[in-house]
């Protein structure tokens, strides 16, 4: 009796998370769905951000909401400037290394064969559009959502550490960089079956990047920071190689 009442101890905050993340992902995704609807097809084909600006924006209000409604005030979620460390220069420093290895993971393959980098459109708006959303909003609310309410409420619910090299993350925080990473998932149906892989693996190790951060600092500063300039630089330095003429 004592192992099953463990057992479901351990799985059900597990099962709430996903329950969560599937959740917020079909309210997210009608929100964008219908508050784009008045849009031509060919706008949201060419500016496919303008979607997904709408889809993070509810990813983001929902999670505040969730917040608020389990109580302990915003601070406990990290949404706070904590007036300890908060690994700022390490935050650029993964968010650079990683913005460059991105770019490798996923359009490198494409330069290396001569493949043409499609789906992306050189005019002013949607560059500017693309950067706006990568460099200020994904990270934001993705943080927001990932590791401010979901990791946070599974350190309420597991205790202990892993040891990665030299540093120590909480539970928690690897559990959420293994759920982080299947967010990613849809990369396999590409057909692209390395590149997926590569997303996989990189989004494993930012989770686990972010999730220290996060712990260490008590706030979502670093997190969101690290993760903005990851994506940041990954399109500019996608926009470059599409203005060199990949």
Partial sequence: MATRELLKSKVAPIGLVLVLIIAIAIVSELFAHFATKSLAEDTLATYPWIYLYCHHFMQMVAAIVIMLFLGGGLR???????????????????GVLFGVIMTLVDHGPAVVTGQEITGYVLDRTNVVGWLSFEWLFAGTSEEIFVRGLLMTYLMSKFSGHVRIIQWDVHVAGVIIAVLFALMHISSFWSGNLIYAIGQQIYAFILGLCYAYFYEKSASLVAPIIAHNISNGVEFLLLFLLLRSGF
């Fill in 76 to 94: 406990k979620y990290g949404l706070n400037i904590s007036s300890g460390n908060l690994y700022l220069k390490p935050a650029v420093l993964i």
